[in-house]
């Protein structure tokens, strides 16, 4: 996953603490899979990612690049971004505190994880049960 290029179409643009804190948050607890998510929404954002079906390829042309006892882990740490998200997500709404710069990119981070979570038992069996 390389960003070369990439960043620089996207404007800079300064979130909020409540951001900042979730980011982080997120990037503690898994570093490589948050870091995946957030690789996919700059994608998305620099329009390299058009539909869902883009997005599903992307996904899928990453993770096939490891085997099923990785996916595993991925799926297991991806689970614990996306339960973080949703909590912290959660929170902000019920202190009516959603309108921070930020928000929408941990919403989309959220779908994104999801996504990517639906997908992984797929590509686990796919690898488990291909012929080596």
């Known amino acids: 996953m390389k960003l070369d ?3 620089k179409n996207i404007p800079n643009e ?8 979730t980011n ?16 996919l929404r700059k994608k998305t954002l620099a ?6 079906s883009d997005l599903e390829q992307n996904i899928k042309n990453e993770l096939e690049k490891y085997d099923g006892g990785e996916l595993l882990g991925i799926q297991f740490m991806l689970g614990q971004v996306l339960e973080m998200l949703g909590t912290r997500l ?11 710069k930020g ?3 941990l919403e989309q981070y959220h779908t994104i994880a999801g996504i990517i979570l639906k997908m992984l038992p797929e590509l ?9």
């Open 90 to 100: 959660n929170d902000y709404d019920d202190n009516n505190n959603n309108s921070f």
């Open 47 to 52: 329009g390299e990612i058009s539909d869902q």
């Open 14 to 21: 300064i979130f909020d603490e409540e951001y900042a804190l």
């Open 24 to 39: 982080s948050i997120c990037f503690m607890l898994a570093k490589k899979e948050y870091f995946f998510v957030k690789f």
């Open 5 to 7: 290029g990439l960043i």
């Open 124 to 132: 686990i069996l796919n690898d488990i049960t291909k012929v080596k």
């Open 103 to 105: 928000y929408i990119e």
